[in-house]
C-alpha cells in the first residue's frame, strides 16, 4: 500500500508522523515543525516561551464518512 501521509493538507507548522486506518476511523499524529514557533489563536504573535508539553488528542471532521482524530 502506498505511504501518503506527507500529502495531507496540514498547517504548515505540523509534519505527520503517524497515519493509521481502522474501520471506521482514521488516526494521525501532528508534531510541531521546529522551523516555525508557536502563534497565539487570538492575537497572532509567536511565542518563545514553552508552557508545558502534553499530548492532546482532537476529533476533527469526519472524512469519508469515517471519524478523523488528531494526536498533537
Not at 23 to 49: F, K, Q, V, Y
Not at 52 to 58: F, G, P, Q, V
Amino acid at each position: 500500500m502506498a505511504d501518503h501521509k506527507f500529502e495531507l493538507p496540514f498547517r504548515e507548522s505540523f509534519n505527520v508522523t503517524q497515519f493509521q486506518r481502522e474501520p471506521g476511523a482514521t488516526h494521525i499524529t501532528l508534531i510541531p515543525h521546529d522551523a516555525h514557533p508557536a502563534r497565539c489563536s487570538g492575537c497572532g504573535s509567536s511565542g518563545e516561551r514553552v508552557h508545558e508539553r502534553s499530548w492532546r488528542t482532537i476529533r476533527d471532521l469526519p472524512m469519508l464518512g469515517d471519524a478523523v482524530w488528531l494526536r498533537v
